[in-house]
Structure formats: structure tokens, C-alpha cells
């Protein structure tokens, strides 16, 4: 998901002993790359991620999660599932800093 939108920013701190969560809807996603093939070693995020109430969530969109975390085999072989924890801390910010744009300038939506 990363890769497509410019605007989502990953964590990337060092990874922690808990497995990613995937939800329904992301459920066999890579996590770096959005590839459904050969999912091969298992996505580790770090504690922080894995605190309180982010406990359990999808990586990916933050819903429920209900499967484990995979990094695709091409990820896996250039090292991506080394580069620190998956999980997205921000979505999709441009939309709010238009949202905020709007209100401060008085533009009211068509």
C-alpha cells in the first residue's frame, strides 16, 4: 500500500516479538508491495505498534485483525522484511490537509 500512495508513511522502527495482523479485506496482501503471491516469512512490528488499543490491528488500514502478517517471497529476497516494523502509522494526510485547506480559506465543496 506504501508503494502505491506517496502519502502513507510507514513506521519503520525496529521490529518487536509480536506477528502483524492482517483483516479480511487485506488478508494474503504483502505488506510492503500489495502482492497476493507466495507469502513467505512472517511480518514482526514493533512494540509500540503493538500497544494498548493498536493491539491486534490490520497493519495495512488498522480494522480487525484476524490473520497473520506476510512479506511476499520478492520482498523477502531484496531484504524488505529487514527494513523495520510494516504497520501504517498515517492515512491518507493530503486529504486532511485539504479538508483543513478548505475551512481555513472559506471554499465550500460543489
Not at 510492503?32 to 503471491?37: E, L, T
Not at 523477502?76 to 486532511?96: A, H, Q
Request: glycine share 10%; net charge positive; proline share 3%.
Amino acid at each position: 500500500m506504501a508503494k502505491h500512495n506517496p502519502d502513507l508513511i510507514m513506521c519503520f522502527r525496529q521490529t518487536g516479538i509480536a506477528v502483524g495482523k492482517l483483516c479480511e479485506r487485506c488478508d494474503g496482501k504483502c505488506v510492503f508491495c500489495d502482492s497476493y503471491v507466495r507469502p513467505t516469512t512472517v511480518a514482526r512490528v514493533c512494540d509500540e505498534c503493538n500497544y494498548g488499543s493498536n493491539a491486534g490491528k490490520c497493519v495495512i488500514c488498522g480494522g480487525v485483525g484476524v490473520a497473520d502478517a506476510y512479506y511476499c517471497k520478492e520482498c523477502t529476497m531484496l531484504e524488505k522484511d529487514r527494513d523495520g516494523c510494516p504497520k501504517i502509522v498515517n492515512i491518507g494526510t493530503s486529504k486532511t490537509d485539504l479538508f483543513y485547506e478548505k475551512k481555513k480559506y472559506g471554499m465550500k465543496d460543489r
